[in-house]
Every structure is written in C-alpha cells, then in structure tokens.
C-alpha cells in the first residue's frame, strides 16, 4: 500500500507500492483489470476492479467534479468577503479565512489528481508533481485541524475566562503562519520519501508510470510509524482538545447570568459557538472512515478483496466534504456570511447589512471627531 498519511494520491493503486521494490507478484489474470473495457460483462473474480465500470466512473466524475465546484465557489466567497467588507475582519473570521484557504489548496492540488490516478491507474503528471501533490495534500489537511484547533482554543480563552482583549491583527497573521509553517514540516516527509518510476509488468510486455513512497532501508515500517503519529498528533489529540474547549464553552454560556441589555450578544456567542462546533464534527465524521481504513491498512488488518479500491474511493470522497460544507454552514448558521452571499449574487454592497454575529463583544463607535462633530458609524466587531 501507499500514502501513510498522504490524503489524496490513493494508496489501492494495484501498481503502487509502498517501497522501491516493485511487488510484482500478480498472474496475467491479476492485471487484467486494469484494461477491462467498461462494457464487458461482470467477471466475478478476485482481480475485478469495479471501479473500472463505465457506470462507476461517471460517477465518480460527477462527484468530484461537484466537490471542486462547489469548494472553489464557496471558499471564495468567504475569502473574498473577508477581504472587501472591514465589519468582517474579526479574529475569528481570519481564522475561517485561512480554513477557507486550506479547504481552496486541497480542493485545487488533490481532488483533481486524485481521480485522475484512480482512474488511469498510472501516475501521468511526471516526477515534481510526484513530490509535490502528496505535500500540498497533507498540507492542506493539517492546516485545517490545526486551524480549527486555533479557533476553538481563543474562544476558550476569551468566553471561559473573561478576556475581553482580543487577538491583533498582527498576532492572527503570526499564528497562521506558524499553522503552516509547523504543517509544511510534518507533510515533508510525503515529498522527501518519495519515487517516480515506471514499472515493468513482464506478462502483457508493459511500463507504467508510478508514484509511490520510497521510506529509508526499503522498508515499510517507516510509513506505518509515520501514518499513525499523524493520526495522533493531527486528529485524535486536536479533537480532543477541541472537544474540551468546546464543552467548557458550552457549559460557561448556558449557565451564565447576564442583565437582559446584554442577552442578544450571548445569543449571538451561543450561535457562533454552534456553528464552529458544527464545522468541527463534520470535518471529524468525514475524515474518520478514512482514516479507520488507513490505518487497517498500514497495521495489515484488510485483507485484499475486489471492492477495496471503490471503497477507499468512496470514504475519500466523503473526507472531501468538508471542503464544501464549511461554507454552506456558515450561510445557514451565520447571518453576516449569509448576508454577504446574497450580496455577492446580487451585485449588492450594503455594508449595514453585517452585524458582529462573531465577535465577543461590540463597540458604538460614538464620539467626537476633529471638527468637534458627534458621529456615528455601524457597530463594529473588536
């Protein structure tokens, strides 16, 4: 197998092994399945690759063709909302802004190759991109969890414990950076430890083109280590401390006591809250299948059967969800982003329309200006 922990270039490829050494152990009869013609009838066998069918692949077409849509749309969207309107410019809201850029890089750097390779078999996009696209995937990937992590911990930070001085514009830019910094070093064994090469296939006299991991020693224990403290470090241990500053959050606004003058501004941390607890469940409950099989996989739990590649096909579909549902979730859940969608769809641009949903707490920017005038400008988010 391949791909410990490199999300996207599917690790069932039948000619992809996980060390230099090419396993060329399968009959004639074994490889057919990679040149059945879609029409030919079901051929009940171990080497049948179901996802070979021209009723599968179509299928898959459509699917992901939907998720790179939809993930380029929406994310941008919310990018560019943050950018154009300055009522959105909170810390948390760069923080879904550097989700949204993380959900944009897996959605342009991995789905597309990704079924490309599950359908071709082969590796058509030569050797750089050999070693970059397995990089940019788990990049991406870690830069979510890390950032959703971020997120839930300044909110833990300022509703549990009271903090009203938020996070500067300079200090969020700085904690993204270092997401991606500390990302780009646990993915760069993905683009070090890696081999383009083509292999040979003696029975029907044919070289095809390979993308497959290359660990030191030659050995695949190296990969398995590799696969299971990234499941460690980037999904079991930020979701659970995720889970513990969401449940403390939760906890401090149900049971906090305020006057009625300040009830809409909990109802509108309550709703927040919601939200990107929501944002969290969905990315955990996508990316699980995936990972219980990987991790099947690595420890040699799953045996081979016939409809292992469209299995594994069909869990890494569903972790790609999230890269379409977050922003579907922020216009259901959020007024500001479902305001600024309309917006957008509308050639609108009515900036009194977004109210500080997201923020912990709210100014009315009154007072005097130079000329001795009292102003008034729409509240803003601090």
Not at 118 to 130: I, P, Q
Not at 323 to 343: A, D, E, S, V
Not at 365 to 377: E, F, I, K
Request: aromatic residues 12%; hydrophobic residues 45%; charged residues 15%.
């Amino acid at each position: 197998s391949d791909s410990h922990g490199g999300y996207c270039t599917l690790k069932m490829s039948p000619l992809d092994t996980s060390n230099a050494t090419a396993e060329v152990e399968s009959s004639e009869s074994d490889l057919s399945f990679l040149f059945n013609d879609s029409s030919d009838s079901y051929q009940p066998g171990f080497s049948y690759d179901v996802t070979k069918h021209l009723g599968v692949q179509i299928t898959l077409i459509m699917a992901y063709s939907l998720i790179i849509l939809l993930g380029l749309l929406g994310n941008s969207l919310v990018i560019y909302m943050i950018i154009r309107y300055r009522n959105m410019r909170t810390v948390t809201n760069y923080f879904i802004a550097n989700l949204a850029l993380a959900d944009l890089l897996m959605v342009t750097l991995c789905l597309p190759f990704t079924l490309i390779y599950t359908l071709l078999d082969e590796w058509k996009f030569g050797a750089v991109l050999c070693h970059m696209v397995p990089f940019a995937q788990a990049l991406s990937v870690h830069v979510s969890i890390l950032t959703l992590t971020v997120i839930a911990l300044e909110r833990y930070r300022c509703i549990v414990f009271h903090l009203g001085r938020r996070l500067t514009w300079h200090s969020s830019l700085f904690i993204m950076a270092f997401t991606w910094t500390i990302s780009s070093v646990l993915a760069a064994p993905l683009a070090i430890f890696r081999e383009y090469r083509y292999e040979e296939i003696p029975p029907i006299n044919l070289r095809m083109p390979v993308c497959s991991e290359k660990w030191p020693h030659g050995i695949n224990r190296d990969g398995v280590i590799y696969s299971l403290s990234m499941i460690l470090l980037l999904y079991i241990l930020p979701l659970a401390i995720i889970s513990y500053a969401y449940i403390c959050i939760w906890v401090k606004l149900k049971n906090h006591v305020s006057p009625s003058s300040r009830n809409d501004s909990i109802n509108r941390r309550k709703k927040t809250t919601k939200m990107l607890a929501l944002v969290v469940v969905v990315f955990a409950t996508s990316w699980l299948p995936l990972h219980v099989l990987q991790l099947a996989t690595d420890l040699d739990l799953v045996l081979r059967f016939e409809e292992y590649k469209l299995i594994f096909t069909v869990f890494h579909i569903v972790a790609m969800c999230p890269t379409f549902t977050n922003p579907l979730l922020y216009g259901w859940m959020n007024k500001n982003y479902r305001n600024g969608f309309i917006m957008v769809f509308r050639c609108e641009d009515k900036v009194d329309t977004f109210h500080p949903d997201g923020s912990f707490r709210t100014r009315s920017v009154r007072g005097p200006t130079p000329n001795g005038r009292n102003s008034r400008h729409p509240t803003t988010a601090v």
